[in-house]
């Protein structure tokens, strides 16, 4: 399966919503400003392109696409510029209040746990925040992602001539040589963004690591 059921999909991601909100309130304006793991964006950046993914409808993805002429960052980039406020408090107010909506895309529920967990962590690495993700969340998005090409926000690619192992549960996927991590890790790997060679181990780690370091370069 390429995602949880949607009465399972919808809690953990309002779950996740939650817990991220509580933690922003905390945030000082400093810290709002501060880069994220997105390139180019600031904290305040991704709270307000998650504010924007959680208000999209099918119809309205369409229909914002081709105002973009079909350039998928330069929607994400009117996005933010529509869901962010002058005052970061404005922009968390508004993630506030929809935190429980069940708008999505014309995509499987799945890249809604994708969304959730990437950009959360896009939000709390930079900030050194800790959070302990359900397995049970983090492996369909995880599905997800080595399903899904690099052109459509996934990263197949990167997950080719490898065997990948979680080390907190039986997850395995692809053929070659091992790579072991953590569920967390091998999500945010494949999904593009920066890697510590210790959060991998297995006779494929180095190889894995540095295709991804060159990727990114």
């Not at 926000?153 to 997850?171: I, P, T, V, W």
Request: with cysteine; aromatic share 6%; charged share 25%.
């Amino acid at each position: 399966m390429l995602s949880r059921p949607s009465a399972a999909v919808w809690p953990a991601v309002h779950s996740e919503r939650h817990i991220l909100i509580k933690e922003l309130e905390s945030l000082t304006p400093a810290q709002w400003a501060q880069p994220s793991l997105c390139p180019g964006w600031e904290i305040h950046d991704v709270v307000a392109h998650l504010v924007d993914s959680a208000k999209t409808t099918r119809l309205g993805f369409l229909r914002r696409l081709i105002a973009a002429k079909f350039d998928f960052d330069k929607d994400n980039a009117n996005g933010i510029t529509r869901e962010r406020a002058p005052a970061p408090e404005a922009t968390l107010a508004e993630f506030r209040r929809i935190r429980e909506a069940t708008k999505t895309p014309p995509a499987a529920l799945a890249t809604r746990l994708v969304e959730v967990i990437v950009h959360g962590e896009d939000i709390r690495r930079p900030l050194g925040l800790l959070r302990s993700y359900p397995i049970e969340s983090i492996e369909p998005a995880l599905r997800y992602q080595l399903k899904t090409g690099i052109s459509l926000g996934g990263g197949k690619e990167r997950a080719a001539g490898f065997r990948l192992q979680a080390s907190d549960s039986r997850f395995m996927h692809g053929f070659g040589p091992q790579v072991t991590g953590t569920s967390l890790a091998l999500l945010m790997a494949i999904s593009g963004r920066p890697v510590d060679r210790e959060d991998f181990s297995g006779e494929g780690a180095a190889t894995f690591v540095r295709k991804l370091e060159q990727a990114s370069q």
